[in-house]
């Protein structure tokens, strides 16, 4: 059982967890979310559509202007608040890397701390021991937050994962944070060329079988356009093919941006798995 703030998920049912960027420089859609109003009729669209969970992010993954933690908790923190105001069975995540934020969102009510740079402030996971908060647990390869990997090397990209993931989900626990509310993520993209981010996918039930609930992170992502030499905007099929692999192989959350998509790639790998019986099953008896 998944436990995320009001909500529990079964072993089997894929979550969405659909992403709004409280950034005026995203790479996917350059700060259309960035003011609230759009960004709440984001979160209105998101969760009609299927999503169980709402990622907001203060800064944008890759390189660009510095972003200091007063205003990443500027434009998380209120916005936060809102949504937990106006959704309340929603489950809120933020997707930071700082302690600080991490303790100031959860005080404005999320659920879930995304910490997608893999432990760089290992106060993160205390503040979520603290609050009683989830946690994900993300492989991102030692590197800086907001750095692009240059020529990096593993021996086996998936046994560092496991090792990576495993062990920053052991000791999350160990801090006090609710066994049932740990994720782990390998991170595509982040720390991985794209081959990396490839063998990750193609072995994710290795991570499946390490018994911790896994999420993963495809949306858009540069491996998906480099392996179809396809430009940000035209990533959504390849994004939904590597979705329907990852769904197969057993990970149970997944971040997006196309939500509606999204929903139905789960629900047919789920009913295909036998986990979800077909919406309607006419054909053949009229």
Not at 76 to 86: I, K, L, M, P, Q
Not at 161 to 171: K, Q, W
Not at 254 to 281: K, N, S
């Amino acid at each position: 059982m998944l436990r995320l703030g009001p909500r529990e998920f079964g072993a089997h049912e894929p979550v969405i967890m659909a992403i709004v960027n409280r950034t005026p420089d995203s790479f996917y859609d350059q700060g259309s979310t960035f003011q609230d109003e759009p960004a709440l009729t984001r979160v209105e669209q998101a969760v009609a559509e299927g999503a169980a969970i709402i990622d907001i992010g203060g800064v944008k993954a890759g390189p660009g202007a510095e972003v200091s933690a007063q205003e990443e908790a500027r434009r998380t923190v209120g916005f936060v608040a809102e949504v937990r105001r106006r959704f309340p069975d929603v489950v809120i995540s933020v997707d930071t890397w700082r302690h600080d934020v991490g303790e100031a969102v959860c005080e404005a009510g999320a659920d879930v701390l995304n910490d997608a740079w893999g432990g760089v402030d290992p106060k993160l996971a205390e503040v979520a021991a603290r609050y009683g908060k989830g946690l994900v647990c993300t492989h991102a390869g030692g590197a800086e937050p907001r750095t692009r990997p240059h020529r990096v090397t593993y021996d086996d990209v998936m046994a560092d994962i496991l090792d990576v993931t495993v062990g920053l989900a052991e000791r999350a626990v160990a801090l006090g944070v609710p066994r049932e509310s740990v994720l782990i993520d390998p991170g595509h993209d982040f720390g991985k060329n794209t081959r990396h981010s490839l063998e990750a996918t193609r072995r994710l039930g290795e991570m499946v079988e390490t018994g911790w609930p896994v999420l993963v992170s495809l949306s858009n992502k540069d491996f998906v356009g480099e392996t179809l030499d396809k430009p940000v905007k035209e990533r959504v099929i390849g994004t939904l093919a590597t979705t329907a692999v990852s769904a197969w192989l057993g990970a149970q959350v997944y971040r997006v941006h196309e939500v509606a998509e999204t929903r139905q790639v789960l629900d047919m790998v789920a009913t295909i798995a036998g986990h979800r019986p077909p919406a309607v099953a006419r054909r053949g008896l009229a």
